[in-house]
């Protein structure tokens, strides 16, 4: 395995940072600096897997709160991967060598999980804030994660979640999803949308409320972004977890993406940037 950023210092962190969210029975949020990985139960087993794998250098803060909530001898069945930018993915292999577990993502993601290609850098043009303005410096390069990572099931099903199912939501990578389980209609974004103006800084650091779409500095293709967030809208949820932002529900939650899609290009798209057409 080879995730040469896995060591890297980010020095940016949110009021939140190390604080836990507990959603609903059996999904859980922790924010590591600046994004969210969560912890979903399997509600029929005593299993559980992990959504995403945070900043570089945070595995010890996830290993600990797992062994808060599971026991520290109860490792996840699998970690899933909305999508493998450096945030989502900075302490993957610190997580797979100490848990010995197998990492699931979207075919389409696989290539920057095996090593073979690299996301375009962050693009300072659509601008938005500080974080558009570093974003060039963020890293883009993929990583090897060698026989550990596998494609997801093409059935949309969850390895060791039945109630689950992932969602293709392309637009800010082309392979990235979104989880949703319709019992409860607890849906995980990943970066499809987030509930926080994540170009901001101030924003940021303060969690401070704002329905967004994908970060703007990394989102490749808008108009496979517009689509992914009218299907996650039409599936109605009640519970919302983004890779940014706090976790939203009921009646914010409808009115947030009823103002999203009613206003995509006004709230969500760039004016400029290598990838505006």
């Known amino acids: 395995m080879e995730n040469t950023y896995k060591d890297t210092i980010f020095p940016l962190a949110s009021i939140w940072n190390g604080q836990r969210q507990d959603i609903s029975e059996n999904v859980y949020g922790l924010q590591v600096q600046i994004v969210n990985v969560y912890f979903v139960r399997n509600r029929n087993t005593d299993d559980w ?15 600990e709160h797992a062994a808060e909530m599971f026991g520290p001898n109860h490792s996840p069945k699998a970690i899933i991967l909305t ?19 197998p990492v699931y993502a979207h075919e389409k993601e696989l290539p920057y999980l095996t090593g073979k290609a690299s996301y375009p850098k962050g693009d300072a043009d659509v601008e938005g804030g500080l974080v558009s303005s570093l974003s060039p410096l963020f890293p883009n390069h993929g990583i090897n994660l060698d026989e550990h990572i596998h494609a997801l099931p093409a059935d949309q099903s969850v390895p060791f979640l039945e109630e689950w199912k992932w969602i293709a939501t392309p637009g800010h990578t082309e392979g990235h999803i979104s989880l949703f389980c319709e019992e409860d209609r607890t ?13 901001s800084l101030y924003n940021v650091i303060t969690q401070k409320h704002e329905i967004s779409g994908p970060p703007k500095y990394f989102t490749t ?39 999203l899609t009613a206003h995509f290009d006004e709230i969500a798209k760039p004016e400029h940037g290598k990838f505006v057409d």
Do not use: N
């Open 187 to 199: 849906l995980i974004v990943g970066d499809a949308f987030c509930t926080v103006k994540q170009e």
């Open 49 to 63: 897997v992990l959504i995403d794998a945070g900043m570089p250098r945070s595995a010890h803060a996830i290993i």
């Open 83 to 101: 999508h493998g930018h450096f945030d989502h993915v900075g302490a993957i292999t610190d997580l797979i060598k100490y848990w010995e577990v």
């Open 221 to 259: 293709d808008w108009t496979k972004a517009e689509q992914s967030v009218q299907k996650l809208k039409e599936l109605e949820p009640h519970f919302a977890c983004s890779g940014h932002g706090l976790p939203i529900h009921g009646e914010q939650l409808t009115a947030d993406l009823q103002q």
